[in-house]
């Protein structure tokens, strides 16, 4: 039972207390400790904390305090596993009424932290809101099992996918016949299925799961023995969605999901918000079709109190948003106030400039003034837009996978760069004319090939190459035997190809048919997926 306490009168139905006072401040973190001695349920006192937890070991629990919370506050935990898994998450009901509270009973099995030695965090989180966390280790040989021979799952073939059915590849040791793949939503915890399974070796399973609802997945292997693995998560997002600038145009991620606890605000509501930015005077283009409402406001430049707070009503600053006719709302937010080209119930293809990028509303200008456009989707609230209502999981059909099953869709991260595909018909996205765009995957020392044509007259062309990750690639073209990229006709920089995008102009090409050739130079593990363009 999961247990709060209310320090200055116990509860009837809850071993959760009030600290002291009912004066109401709205809530301050104290006393968060992660221990391997279970805290008592009778009082409020903080067992001895510790900062590394050997495997095997016992349960890791919890217990931390809240000062001056609201009646119908809720407050919940989540364990953050290395590389920022989420493994589990733990939440109480919201509070009758105000004051100051411990919170215990809540733990970390074994099961679940022995197979993922390295760094955690026990992270408290407020009405959706970030209010701390606490570092800890966990030591131990990776891939190990706290029950012998009980399933390890060391990766899906990917970790990003629509809602539908998916049919998905899970990897790992000890998989046996009839082994099934157990799906919790991550949120609340509560199961969603078991999927039957087609065990491929003792490594390698595949299953088809059906998920309806965009959200993160908790998925185990679960073997006939009753022996369960370590989690794995699953990020499954809504689809038909490309990135909100035009083909052809590379912008950095400045921002991802759910930033929360490294001094950024995707967290709560917008966890599943992203920011976007290549410096001002840049056109911001629909992520999907649909029918506009607008809201210049006629805001200027960024909002933010002396205290550094962002001004209430206006943290979006002047924003678009596109009902997309499917239950969904997708919103683009601090835009320049008078370069709205959009008009109030127009309905837009994907694609469709709505409006220059700006810095107005809560924006913080730093470096290049804070120049971007913040995106993200819900389902409004009553069957209309509100941009305040709980964002949700999308993916961008124009993003590489960071999994080797296929290029897309994709989820962006912080701070790569990604190359735009997303063209309307209507011709309607930029003063270019795209002549062509692809994606594609490499492994490593792998060659990918693509033809497209250059029209008669065509006064230059500009190749782009962008991928998520750490690989190298390089990128190179030809035509009727001439080459252009690193040590060929044309370099431009000679040091282009070790960058992430790699750009070329080739000034008066040869009409006719030509070929992209791009290099998995050095990719470490399996493929590396990329998007190529080529405008004039």
């Known amino acids: 039972m999961y247990t709060r306490k209310d320090f200055t009168a116990s509860l009837a139905l809850a071993v959760v207390f009030v600290l002291k006072g009912d004066s109401v401040l709205g ?7 992660v221990s391997t001695v279970q805290p008592s349920s009778a009082t409020c006192a903080a067992p001895p904390s510790s900062s590394s937890f050997a495997t095997p070991g016992g349960n890791i629990y919890e217990y931390f305090e809240e000062l001056n919370l609201n009646a119908g506050d809720a407050v919940g ?7 920022g898994q989420l493994v589990s998450t733990i939440s109480w009901n919201p509070l009758s009424r105000a004051g100051s509270y411990c919170f215990t009973g809540g733990y970390l099995p074994s099961s679940q932290f022995s197979p993922l030695p390295g ?11 970030y209010a701390g966390q606490i570092p800890f280790n966990i030591t131990g040989s990776s891939g190990t099992s706290s029950v012998p021979g009980a399933p390890v799952l060391t990766g899906l073939g990917r970790s990003e996918v629509n809602v539908g059915t998916i049919p998905l590849t899970t990897f790992g040791n000890n998989f046996i016949a009839g082994a099934l793949i157990n799906v919790d939503y991550i949120p609340d915890g509560h199961r969603v299925g078991s999927v039957a399974t087609q065990v491929l070796t003792a490594q390698k399973l595949t299953g088809n799961l059906s998920i309806i609802f965009p959200g993160e997945y908790r998925l185990t292997v679960q073997n006939p023995n009753g022996s369960v693995s370590n989690p794995q998560t699953l990020f499954v997002g809504l689809s038909g969605y490309k990135l ?13 999901n759910d930033e929360a606890g490294s001094g950024f605000d995707h967290h709560g509501t917008i966890a599943y918000a992203y920011d976007f930015s290549d410096g001002p005077n840049l056109r911001v283009v629909a992520m999907k079709a649909g029918i506009v409402h607008t809201h210049d406001q006629g805001i200027s430049g960024p909002r933010v109190n002396s205290d550094g707070s962002c001004v209430s009503g206006v943290e979006y600053g002047n924003y678009i948003t596109i009902d997309t006719l499917d239950g969904e709302y997708s919103y683009y937010a601090h835009l320049t106030t008078n370069t709205f080209v959009v008009t109030e119930g127009q309905y837009v293809e994907q694609g469709h400039i709505l409006a220059t990028v700006g810095n107005t509303g809560c924006v913080f200008s730093t470096g290049g003034g804070g120049y971007h456009v913040h995106v993200h989707v ?11 209502a709980p964002s949700l999981p999308f993916l961008f059909d124009d993003v590489p996978s960071r999994n080797p099953d296929g290029p897309a869709p994709g989820q962006p991260v912080r701070p790569q760069f990604y190359l735009s595909q997303n063209f309307s018909s209507s011709g309607s996205t930029s003063g270019n004319n795209n002549l062509f765009g692809a994606s594609g995957a490499v492994s490593h020392q792998q060659w990918w090939s693509a033809t497209f044509s250059v029209p008669p007259n065509t006064p230059s062309i500009r190749i782009t190459l962008s991928w998520p990750g750490t690989s190298n690639l390089v990128l190179y073209a030809d035509s009727n035997g001439h080459s252009y990229g690193y040590g060929a006709d044309v370099l431009g920089n000679p040091s282009y190809y070790l960058n992430n995008p790699q750009t070329f102009t080739i000034s008066q090409p040869q009409a006719g048919t030509w070929t992209i ?11 590396q997926g990329f998007n190529v363009a080529v405008t004039d």
Do not use: C, D, K, M
Not at 119 to 129: C, D, E, I, K, S
Not at 249 to 254: D, L, R, V
Not at 378 to 388: A, D, K, P, V
Not at 517 to 527: D, E, N
């Open 27 to 33: 809530g301050t973190l104290q006393s968060l400790v």
């Open 77 to 83: 935990v989540r364990w953050v596993g290395p590389n």
């Open 119 to 129: 760094p955690w965090q026990l992270q408290v989180y407020v009405n959706g809101q």
């Open 244 to 256: 909100p600038f035009a083909q052809g145009q590379s912008w950095q991620t400045t921002q991802g």
């Open 378 to 388: 819900n389902q409004g609230s009553g069957s209309h837009e509100y941009i305040y």
């Open 517 to 527: 050739w791009v290099l998995g130079w050095i990719v470490p593990s399996g493929t």
